[in-house]
């Protein structure tokens, strides 16, 4: 194991950080899904206006990699599909059910996905809609199924204005969190666990990886920093990278033979009445997760932190990769 001290950098003076608090939000009515989140994917629609849909039902691929699949996050039906300039679409929305159907995917134990050739992995991954969550540098772009990385970086820290913690977050996905690297080492067999020096959660004990620790000031937490003090990319190299959540959510899939759903989102920032976390659908629009808990006053929503998050109105949706709801004025 190796610890990192990154001696300069900067820690943003914002107030509101989320107090150590969950609460239950309750069920939207409706979720969406954003392909243009999503950097160089030309989508092809699977479904149409009215099409009723179940939790892991196939929403569009990437027409550029056909295996390339974009599952619902909700059972229900398309109640609307949103395009931009060019015919680009921006939205699918989903009017939820309040019962969940759920496809089914195949189960494995830790034992049995420690036994799956590449090929298998990769095969269940793209079908379980999970691949997306692993993405490639350098252009941070969703990895190419097809190459091997030089190594698979798993960043369980964050050191971004009011980051949600994933220390708290996800403090009890340990079984989840091990399913998914093991996933991730069947598709390389170096794999870097990335953590907080002091108070790293047990959640994020995997077998078999490369352990390292990092502390100081932004931007000791993203994961470009991690990959520049351990294994820099080299002309024609890639890395992949994974946040600890999105690792998790490949062990949901692996373990539980579902397409995951959940999310823990942080509320945070001065514009926010209770800042907190809140167990959320993904996709939720973030008006469902604020209501009641903005300030009086023109407030400025962004889906992320302030450096590097997305400006949303409240009718927007949560954005793909993201657990952390900032309110500003």
Known sequence: MADYDIKKGYTVP??????????????????????????????????????????????????????????????????????????????IIIATNKTYEYESFPKKDLGGIGKMSRDQMVAALLKGGVWP???????????????????????????????????YALKDKGDEFKAGVAALKRLCDTVHVVTTKNGAADAFKADNVNSHSFSGKHPAG???????????????????????????????LLLKGQYPTERIVAVAGPGATKAQYYKAQTGIKIKDVLKGNVAAGEQRIVSGNVLSGSSRSEDGFLGFYDDLITVLP
Not at 134 to 160: G, L, S, W
């Open 222 to 252: 993203l994961v470009g920093t991690h990959i520049t003090q351990i294994s820099p990319i080299n002309k024609g190299e890639a890395v992949w990278v994974v946040n600890a959540r999105d690792a998790v959510n490949i062990g949901h």
């Open 14 to 91: 914002i107030k509101g950080d989320a107090a150590q608090e969950t609460a239950s939000l309750p069920h939207p009515p409706f979720i969406g899904v954003c392909p243009i989140e999503f950097a160089g994917l030309k989508p092809k629609l699977t479904v149409k206006v009215n099409d009723e849909v179940k939790v892991g039902s196939p929403l569009f691929f990437n027409k550029k990699i056909p295996e390339l699949q974009f599952l619902s996050p909700a059972a229900g039906r398309v109640t609307a599909i949103n395009y931009g300039p060019r015919r680009v679409i921006e939205e």
């Open 133 to 167: 969550y692993i993405r490639q540098r350098p252009y941070n772009k969703i990895a190419d199924h097809e190459a091997t990385p030089k190594a698979i970086f798993v960043n369980c820290m964050d050191t971004a204005p009011l980051a949600a913690d994933p220390n």
